[in-house]
């Protein structure tokens, strides 16, 4: 089946550092992969939605400075979180789907944990 | 405003027993609901995926119902397993494929 690699699991990083998570789609090309960001207990929560070649689609209140996407082929994507602080500590996930119909599946990845210290 | 509002919030049953977890929602135009299962510290991992005209779909042990006049959907687990336990989201496709999640059901399943 479709599978989505994300890396690395887990991330632990001085605060004012950058950290950067990449998303691969294995065995399928995804024009479309999204990420997200999820506190305990909670769902997940959409940040944004990234486009192979263009600009990210970044979702109400989620700083595009802070949180940089670059999508630059069909089975990449990446999210650099800039000067982390503690607060950014959290689980990051993403997901990619083969093609953009509306029932396409969406694959997930395994997540990210990033810890801010 | 777009919402998917899950019940319960967590559950608790013993294993071998069946529960029911609900999805009721506003998404409109309603394209696709998905419910996933996550467990703790990975990503969610799809169980069902219904469009408009489905009203059932099964996979395995899990059964997912949709009624779409109603807007409310469920997930059927039949004979809980211990591996089980994890958390369920629904998430909910308008046309155009904006996805609306639901806040998860975190169901335990205790021996």
């Known amino acids: 089946g479709a599978v989505v690699s994300q890396h690395p699991s887990r991330v632990i990083c001085k605060s004012g550092t950058s950290v950067k998570i990449e998303c691969r789609s294995l065995d399928f090309q995804a024009t479309t992969m999204f990420w997200y960001r999820q506190f305990p207990k909670q769902s997940l929560m959409l940040m944004a939605t990234s486009n192979e070649g263009s600009k990210a689609t970044y979702e109400q209140g989620v700083e595009k400075d802070k949180f940089l996407i670059n999508h630059a082929s069909l089975t990449l994507s990446t999210l650099t979180v800039t000067s982390a602080h503690p607060e950014d500590s959290s689980f990051y996930i993403c997901?990619?789907?083969?093609?953009?119909?509306?029932?396409?599946?969406?694959?997930f990845g395994n997540g990210t944990r990033l810890t801010v210290t | 405003k777009n919402q998917v509002e899950q019940s319960p919030q967590s559950l608790i049953i013993l294993e071998g027993k069946n529960c029911t977890l609900q999805?009721?929602?506003?998404?409109?135009?309603?394209?696709?609901l998905r419910w996933y299962k996550q467990d703790t510290g990975r990503g969610p991992v799809s169980l069902t995926i219904m469009t408009f005209s489905e009203n059932t779909k099964s996979n395995g042990r899990y059964t997912a119902t949709l009624d779409a006049d109603t807007k409310q959907s469920s997930l059927h687990i039949t004979a809980s397993q211990l591996s089980d336990s994890a958390s369920y989201i629904c998430v909910v496709s308008e046309e155009g494929n904006m996805l609306t999640f639901g806040g998860g059901t975190r169901l335990m399943v205790k021996p």
């Open positions: 999805c009721n929602y506003t998404v409109s135009p309603f394209s696709n």
């Open positions: 997901s990619a789907a083969p093609s953009r119909t509306y029932n396409s599946p969406l694959h």
